[in-house]
């Protein structure tokens, strides 16, 4: 059973930086892609970025330039530094895992921007 466990969020004014984690545990394959989503209320979750096993990274025009993805497979973690946060940044962000044809998610962590 694969496990996704995020942290970091919080409540930050606008300029201001973020760095989620996601703790990740069970069975983890070598070929697989990690993500970070986003939903805020009253829309559909979007995926923010995501960093694949060779750590091609891929990001929302939204975010590129502010926020980075990157994992260290040692402590079997992945973050998302999120700098120069907007008050649209504001949403429940999601950890999630593919691999072998089936996808996993976390509980979500709570990022509130202020302006």
């Known amino acids: 059973q694969v496990r996704l466990v995020e942290s970091g969020g919080g409540l930050v004014q606008a300029g201001g930086s973020l760095r989620l984690s996601c703790a990740y545990s069970?069975?983890?394959?070598?070929?697989?892609?990690m993500g970070w989503y986003r939903q805020a209320p009253g829309k559909q979750r979007e995926l923010v970025a995501s960093?694949?096993?060779?750590?091609?990274?891929e990001y929302a025009d939204s975010v590129k330039g502010r926020f980075t993805i990157s994992r260290v497979t040692a402590k079997n973690t992945v973050y998302l530094e999120m700098n120069s946060l907007k008050a649209e940044d504001t949403a429940v962000y999601y950890c999630?895992?593919?691999?072998?044809?089936?996808?996993?998610w976390g509980q979500g962590t709570q990022v509130t921007v202020s302006s």
């Open positions: 999630n895992l593919v691999q072998g044809g089936s996808g996993y």
């Open positions: 069970g069975i983890i394959l070598s070929i697989n892609t």
């Open positions: 960093i694949r096993s060779a750590y091609n990274t």
